[in-house]
């Protein structure tokens, strides 16, 4: 097996680490905005929590329409939101924030260390905010 990320076989399509990654439910917070929107969403809101290795680490909050392939889904606090993790790359730095175009999912031989253990969720001007955090005091 090859140490690059295109000739590694994803990690997080693994089962056992599906099953790995529902060891704890990630803590959601809401702003009184979110839990508006929320109120008015008719089925749960689908988060997805994209890790990006490159040069330097981003964390993303995304909201697709359905999750990526490789998402792996994971439990949260609140049934209104379906949350995915997704761990991706890309082949060459990238520092901005601004999308990337060859974003690949990372292989993670042991995934739930990266799992988020909190979120928050905010509804501003029209649009879903938000972002991840791994606080110490929720281990």
């Known amino acids: ?27 959601v917070q809401l702003t009184a905005g979110a839990e508006r929107a929320l109120a008015m969403h008719p089925t749960p809101l689908l988060l997805e929590l994209e890790l990006l290795f490159s040069c330097m680490i981003r964390k993303r909050v995304r909201f697709p329409a359905s999750p990526h392939a490789d998402a792996i889904p994971v439990p949260g606090t609140d049934p209104r939101l379906a949350l995915y993790f997704h761990p991706v790359c890309t082949k060459v730095c990238a520092i901005a924030d601004a999308d990337v175009p060859d974003l690949m999912t990372f292989p993670l031989r042991r995934v739930t260390p990266f799992i988020p253990r909190a979120v928050t969720l905010d509804y501003r001007k029209g ?3 938000g972002d991840f955090h791994y606080p110490q005091e929720l281990r």
Do not use: F
Request: glycine content about 4%; aromatic content about 4%.
């Open 1 to 27: 097996m090859s140490s690059s990320p295109e000739g590694m076989k994803s990690a997080v399509n693994q089962p056992e680490q599906a099953l790995a990654a529902k060891r704890h439910p990630i803590q």
């Open 127 to 129: 649009a879903w905010v």
